[in-house]
C-alpha cells in the first residue's frame, strides 16, 4: 500500500513529539514534513533527543511553510489562534486536518471567545468541525476533513460520563463535581519558572481556579453526546508526574449497582476504554504508555435524600488518549483504518 | 532548665524518624530512650543513615522494654493496638503520653471499632484522651496526661473547616466532599510491592474507598468541634511525592464572600496556619518540611438553588503538621511551652 | 504467517512485563504461555494492571508447568540457578530459549560461580550457549538454541567499549573506570524497605562495592569480543528514576581523535546504536522507551604521560537494550526477522 | 543579646531562598534586607510560598539599594561579575561578606578570567578573600571580612580528598577521576526548557564537558589546602532529584587500609563531616536537608602496578554544605559563634 504523507505543525512541543513518535511507527501514514513556529532550519534531533535517524536529520519547516501536493493529512499542534490560520489554509489546499488545539472545539465561536479570551479567527469554519471524541464520533469522524481533538481533561471526563448520562441515572440538578489530576507535561515545553523541576517536584497545586477553560468543553459535550443538560464544578490540579491524567467524579444519582454494567455495555466493543471489574481502581501507571481510558466505580452510602453516590475515577495518558494518541485514532477513521492501528494498547510498565 | 527525657516508641518508622530529628532539636526535650518493634538491639544509624553523633550511635530498646523513671513523657508511633498497649503501660507508669496512633482518636470505642475493625484494647482510657488538633484544643492538651494526635487528613480537613461550621456558612444537607492527595510517605515504611519507587513514580490513584479510616475522625470531630453534625464523602489519593497532602473541599454555603475573613479571624494568632490571599492557591511545596497548614478559597459561581460554590483547598506536610510536627506541638503544650518551640515556621524551598 | 507461540518464565516482574507488552505487539510472535513463581492461578491483568484485555484474562501457571508441544520459544525471566533449571527442561523438550538471567553468560562454570557464590546447576549446557550481544554475535545467535541474554550493566558498557577494543587505542594497563548510574527498575519489583518509594526519591547511592556481579561478565566479554586482555573499576549507582542506565567511561589511549569515527563506522549499520555528533552528550531520557544505546564522547586534555583522556558516555533503556528489549531482538535473530521487528526505535519523550 | 542584622542580596534563587530559612531561624542572626535583582518591590511571599508571616509580608530591595548602616553582614547569592561589584559596595561600606558566587574563589584574576572567560571586575579585592571551607579554613575565616563560600562540587570533593593528600597516600601522576552527580536544584531557577520538569524527570545526562569551571576550583583548593599539586579529570552529571550531591572519587595510592582512619581522625571534632563505617556508603538522603558531609571508602583490588585502588565518595546537600549551609557557618565563624548555630545536623528523612 501507498503511504499517505502526513504533515505535522509544531512539531517540537510535547503533543507533537508523540505524534512524530506514533505515525513513525505506523503502518500507513508517513512523516514526511514537519513545521514548528521557532525552531525551523534545525533538524529534529536537535530538539528531540529521542529520534532516531534517519528522521532525525529531518529539517524543521517554518510553521506557514507551504505544503507539498502530495501531503493528504495535516496535524496542528499550534497554540490556539494560530492553529485556526494553519487549519484554514490546509483545509483551503484540500488536506484533511486533525487540529490538537482548542480552535475547533466548539460549535459556537461565542463559547469559544468567553473560554478563551479571543476572538475565533476562522467562525466560517466551525460548521464541518467535528468533535472527535473517538469512540462517540466515529461516523462523523470518518465523514469530516476537520477533526477537533478533544481536550485532555475533556477527554477524561466525557468518557465516562456519557453513557451514564445517556442512561440518565446521574442527578444533575447541582453543577458536577470533577476533581481532576495532571502530570506536567500537560503544561506544555515552554520554560516558565512554575514549571521547572526544582518547583513541580514534590509540589502538588490546584490550578485554573474558579474556571478552567476546559470547563466549556465539558459542558458543551457532556450535553450534546449525553443528551442531558449539565454543569460542572472542575478543579484540575497539577502533580509531579510527566504523563497521565486521573479524574475523579463525585457523582450522585439512582440506580447506582447498574453503572458499571451501563459503562460495560457502552465500551463492550471499544478496544482504548476498559470499564474495571468491582473493587479495582484506576492507577494512571495503568494507562501510561497507551491509548487506553480505565474507568473505575466505587459505590458510597446513599445520601440523605435517597440518591446513591457514585465516585467514578478515569485515568488517561494526557498525551496519547488525551491529545495525541486520540489525534492518531481519529486520523485512523478519517482514512478507514481500524481504529487502532499503530497505537498502543497496553502501558508501559513500570 | 533541665532538658525534659522523653521515649519514642516505634522510632524507626517516618513518624518514628521525623519525631527523633525534632527533639533532638527541640532546646527542652531529649531523646533518652527508643522503642523500635523489629529493630531492637541495632543503633539508631543502623536504621536511620540521616541521624549524625551521636545520637546516631544508639541503640534502638525492644518496644516493651520499660521505661527509666527520669522519662516524664512518651511519644508512642506504632501501629493502632500496640500502641493502646504501649499507652496504658505508660500512663500506669506516670508518664505524659502522645500516641501518634488511632486508638485515642475517638471517644466512643463502638467508633473505632467500626472503623478499625478490631475492639479497642484498652475502652477505659478514652475517657481521659484529648484530641489533640494543637489549634482548637490547646487548654484540654495543657491539661491531660494522654493527647490522641490527630490523623493526617482529618488535621488538612478540620482546620479549614471548622471555622466554616461554627459560623454556620456552610450546607451539610449532603455529604462534604473531600478529594484528598497524599505523597507516599503516608502509606508507611514496611516493604510492599505497590509502595515500591517502580510502582508509585509515575503513578496516581485513588485507594481506602468505598470509606476510608479517616472518614470515621472527620466526622467525629467536625461535628464535636464545629458544632454541626457534618458527613464526609472522603475520596484519598496517593501520588509520587514523598511528602505533602492537599484536600480539596468542594463547598456549597452562603456568604462565601466573609468565608476568607472568618478563617483568617479565626487563625489570626494561630502560627501554624496561613490563610492565604485572595487568588492565591496553596501548594504542597510551600508547607513541605514546616509544621504549617496552608488554607486558599477560590469561589465558583452560585448554583442552581443560589447557594454559593466555594473550593477549599489545605496543604500540610503529612508528616508534620500531619503527624510528627503536631506531636511536637501539643507536647509543647502539655509541657507549658510556646507551641512553636522547636518547629519549623517556613517550607524548605526548594 | 503463523504465528510462533511463545512462553515467558517470570511473567510478573519488571522484565516479565516488558517481554509481555513487546511480544503481544510482535507481528509473529504470540504470548501463549505464562509462569509465575508465585502468582499461579491469578490473571496477567490481577498482577500487571496495564495489560488490555483480552492478554489480561490470561491465567498465570505455576513457573514449573508443562509446556504445549506447539510452544517454539521459550523466555526465562527467572532468578539466576531457578532460569538454569527452565531453561534445560525446555531445552530437552526441543524449544528455543533466551534466557533473561545470569545463568548462561559465562563460558566457565568457575567463573558464574565466583561472581555468584553458587555452584552452576547446569554446567553441560554452558558450550551451547550463545552471549546474545546482538550486534556483536548475530551470526552465532542466529545458529543457537539458548541464547543468553546480557546484563544490563554489561550491554551498555560493551557497545562503546569493543570497537574501540579491536581498534587497540585503548590503553588497558590500568583498570578501565567504569562509573554507571541505572533507574530503580532494575533492582526488581520484589518488596524491600530500600527500594520504597521514600526511600529512593531524592535518594541517589552508590552499591554492590568493592566488586558487583556484572564486572566479571564485563571483563570476561570486553576480552573476548574486544579481542584484549580488559580489566574493570566498576561502580554502579541507583538514582530515583523509574527506567533507564547510564555509564560513564573514564579511558584513556591515543588517536582520539578517530575514536568517534571508530565507534560510528562500526554501527553504521545498526539500527540500535547511535553514536551522538561532537558536543552532543546523551540523555537516559533520549532512549527510554526505546530499544536503543546513544553513545557520546567528550575529548579532556592529554594526561602528563602524553595518552589522551576520553569520556565515553552510553545510555539505554535497561529493560528495553539492557534485557527484554534485547531479548526480542535475539529472538528475531534466532528466526531470521529483521532485528528491528516489534521494537521500539525512537524514544518516549518527555 | 542583641540580633546582628544581616542582608541577603540575590533573594529569590534557591541559595538565597535556602539563606532565608536558616538565617529567619537563627538565633543570632536577623534577615532585615533582602535584595533581589528583578524582583524589586514585591513582597517575598509572592516569589517564596514556603516562607510564612511575618517575614513574608517583607518587601524585596532593589539589588543596588543602599544598605542600612546597622547592617553588619552581607550574603551575596548573585551570579558572578554582579556579585564581586555587590561585595565591593559592601566592604566598602565596612560590612562583612560572605560571597556565594564564584569571584572570590580564586587566588588569582587569570585563572578566573580563564575559569569563567570573563575579566574579575575587582581583582584588588581577591588577597583579602579567603577561601571558605569552613573546616580547614576556621581560623582564616574569623579573621577576615570576606569569605568566598566554595563551589558545591569542590565542597563535596574536597573534605575527602584533603586529609588524603596531606598525608601523601594518594597517587597523583595521572588526573584524579572525580564522577559528581547533582541535583536540579543546583542548576538554579531560572527557567530554561532542559530544567523543565518533564525533561528533568526520567533524565540522567553528563554536562559541563570537556571542562567544567568548578575544576579549577578543585585544583586550586585541593593543591593548596592538600599539600600537593593535583589535577582532576571531572565529569558531572544532572539528575531528577532536587537535593543532593554525590561524588564518586575513584582514586589509586598506597597504605589503603588506612585511608578511613585518616579521615575518621581528621573529621574527629568536625561536627557537620561523617566518615562513614566499613561496608556503609553514603546517600544523599542521609544528608539530605542537613548541613552533613558524608564520606564512604570501598577498597578495590590493588592495580597491576601494586597501587591500592579505594572509591571514596562524598554526599552533601549541595543547598547546605554546598552552598547556603556553609554560608551561615562561615557567618558563625566570621562573628564568633559556634560553627553548628542554627544548622541541621540530621537529615530529613524521608
Same mark, same amino acid.
Given at each position: 500500500? =501507498?503511504?499517505?504523507?502526513?504533515?505535522?505543525?509544531?512539531?517540537?512541543?510535547?503533543? &507533537?513529539?508523540?505524534?512524530?513518535?506514533?505515525?513513525?511507527?505506523?503502518?500507513?501514514?508517513?512523516?514526511?514534513?514537519?513545521?514548528?513556529?521557532?525552531?525551523?532550519?534545525?533538524?529534529?534531533?536537535?530538539?528531540?533527543?529521542?529520534?532516531?535517524?534517519?528522521?532525525?536529520?529531518?529539517?524543521?519547516?517554518?510553521?506557514?511553510?507551504?505544503?507539498?501536493?502530495?501531503?493528504?493529512?495535516?496535524?496542528?499542534?499550534?497554540?490556539?489562534?494560530?492553529?485556526?490560520?494553519?487549519?484554514?489554509?490546509?483545509?483551503?489546499?484540500?488536506?484533511?486536518?486533525?487540529?490538537?488545539?482548542?480552535?475547533?472545539?466548539?460549535?459556537?465561536?461565542?463559547?469559544?471567545?468567553?473560554?478563551?479570551?479571543?476572538?475565533?479567527?476562522?467562525?466560517?469554519?466551525?460548521?464541518?468541525?467535528?468533535?472527535?471524541? @473517538?469512540?462517540?464520533?466515529?461516523?462523523?469522524?470518518?465523514?469530516? @476533513?476537520?477533526?477537533?481533538?478533544?481536550?485532555?481533561?475533556?477527554?477524561?471526563?466525557?468518557?465516562?460520563?456519557?453513557?451514564?448520562?445517556?442512561?440518565?441515572?446521574?442527578?444533575?440538578?447541582?453543577?458536577?463535581?470533577?476533581?481532576?489530576?495532571?502530570?506536567?507535561?500537560?503544561?506544555?515545553?515552554?520554560?516558565?519558572?512554575?514549571?521547572?523541576?526544582?518547583?513541580?517536584?514534590?509540589?502538588?497545586?490546584?490550578?485554573?481556579?474558579?474556571?478552567?477553560?476546559?470547563?466549556?468543553?465539558?459542558?458543551?459535550?457532556?450535553?450534546?453526546?449525553?443528551?442531558?443538560?449539565?454543569?460542572?464544578?472542575?478543579?484540575?490540579?497539577?502533580?509531579?508526574?510527566?504523563?497521565?491524567?486521573?479524574?475523579?467524579?463525585?457523582?450522585?444519582?439512582?440506580?447506582?449497582?447498574?453503572?458499571?454494567?451501563?459503562?460495560?455495555?457502552?465500551?463492550?466493543?471499544?478496544?482504548?476504554?476498559?470499564?474495571?471489574?468491582?473493587?479495582?481502581?484506576?492507577?494512571?501507571?495503568?494507562?501510561?504508555?497507551?491509548?487506553?481510558?480505565?474507568? &473505575?466505580?466505587?459505590?458510597?452510602?446513599?445520601?440523605?435524600?435517597?440518591?446513591?453516590?457514585?465516585?467514578?475515577?478515569?485515568?488517561?495518558?494526557?498525551?496519547?488518549?488525551?491529545?495525541?494518541?486520540?489525534?492518531? =485514532?481519529?486520523?485512523?477513521?478519517?482514512?478507514?483504518?481500524?481504529?487502532?492501528?499503530?497505537?498502543?494498547?497496553?502501558?508501559?510498565?513500570?
Amino acid at each position: 500500500m =501507498q503511504l499517505i504523507n502526513v504533515a505535522i505543525l509544531g512539531a517540537t512541543g510535547y503533543t &507533537g513529539a508523540e505524534l512524530i513518535r506514533l505515525l513513525d511507527a505506523h503502518p500507513y501514514f508517513h512523516v514526511s514534513h514537519l513545521g514548528a513556529h521557532s525552531q525551523a532550519g534545525r533538524t529534529l534531533g536537535e530538539v528531540l533527543p529521542g529520534i532516531q535517524e534517519p528522521l532525525a536529520r529531518q529539517r524543521l519547516q517554518a510553521a506557514d511553510a507551504p505544503l507539498a501536493d502530495d501531503i493528504e493529512l495535516v496535524f496542528t499542534a499550534l497554540p490556539h489562534t494560530a492553529a485556526a490560520n494553519a487549519v484554514a489554509s490546509a483545509l483551503a489546499a484540500g488536506k484533511k486536518v486533525v487540529d490538537l488545539s482548542a480552535d475547533f472545539r466548539h460549535q459556537q465561536a461565542a463559547t469559544y471567545a468567553e473560554a478563551y479570551g479571543v476572538a475565533h479567527a476562522h467562525p466560517e469554519l466551525l460548521a464541518q468541525a467535528v468533535y472527535g471524541l @473517538s469512540e462517540w464520533q466515529a461516523a462523523h469522524i470518518a465523514a469530516t @476533513s476537520l477533526v477537533a481533538n478533544p481536550g485532555c481533561y475533556p477527554t477524561s471526563v466525557l468518557l465516562p460520563l456519557i453513557p451514564l448520562l445517556r442512561a440518565a441515572v446521574v442527578d444533575t440538578t447541582q453543577r458536577i463535581i470533577i476533581d481532576a489530576k495532571s502530570g506536567a507535561s500537560g503544561a506544555g515545553r515552554t520554560p516558565k519558572t512554575g514549571l521547572l523541576y526544582g518547583e513541580i517536584n514534590e509540589g502538588l497545586s490546584a490550578y485554573g481556579l474558579p474556571r478552567h477553560r476546559h470547563a466549556w468543553e465539558m459542558e458543551e459535550w457532556a450535553t450534546a453526546l449525553g443528551k442531558t443538560a449539565v454543569e460542572v464544578r472542575f478543579v484540575p490540579h497539577i502533580l509531579p508526574m510527566t504523563r497521565g491524567m486521573l479524574s475523579t467524579i463525585h457523582l450522585r444519582g439512582h440506580d447506582a449497582g447498574q453503572w458499571r454494567g451501563l459503562l460495560q455495555q457502552a465500551y463492550a466493543d471499544a478496544p482504548f476504554v476498559r470499564v474495571l471489574d468491582e473493587g479495582v481502581l484506576p492507577s494512571t501507571k495503568g494507562v501510561a504508555g497507551s491509548n487506553r481510558c480505565d474507568i &473505575g466505580l466505587a459505590y458510597g452510602a446513599s445520601g440523605r435524600d435517597g440518591l446513591d453516590e457514585v465516585t467514578v475515577i478515569s485515568c488517561i495518558d494526557n498525551l496519547l488518549k488525551g491529545a495525541s494518541g486520540q489525534a492518531v =485514532q481519529n486520523a485512523n477513521l478519517m482514512f478507514g483504518f481500524d481504529a487502532t492501528t499503530g497505537l498502543p494498547l497496553h502501558a508501559q510498565w513500570p
